[in-house]
């Protein structure tokens, strides 16, 4: 699954937003430009994205060497991510937490 796919599956499902072409729909009939949005990227998408997905704890850790270990559990189910970049380890805790099968 490409970035561009996780993306739009977690927009539907944790964001609410309906997935078009070159957008997202959001409430109130707004709309955002799907490069505005890049979780999988961008610490602060990755950050909205957790906030939106009000897991029921949470942990981010990282060591010395570059190493992130992210820890998310959502409505009772756990998921759990490691690798270097922040963002990408987060927005995938959150992929499994919420059912989606991202590739280690």
Known sequence: MTS???TAILAERVMGWTVGPD???MANRGWMSRWRFQPVEKLEDAFRLLE?????E?????????????????AGTA???????KPLA????????VGIEVEP
Do not use: W
């Open 58 to 74: 949470y942990s981010i850790c990282g060591d010395d060497k570059g190493n992130i270990h992210v820890h998310v559990r959502i």
């Open 23 to 25: 957008r997202f729909m």
């Open 4 to 6: 561009d796919q996780l």
């Open 52 to 56: 939106k997905a009000a897991p029921q």
């Open 90 to 97: 987060i927005t995938t805790a959150i992929a499994r937490a």
């Open 79 to 85: 998921g759990e991510a490691r690798g270097t970049s």
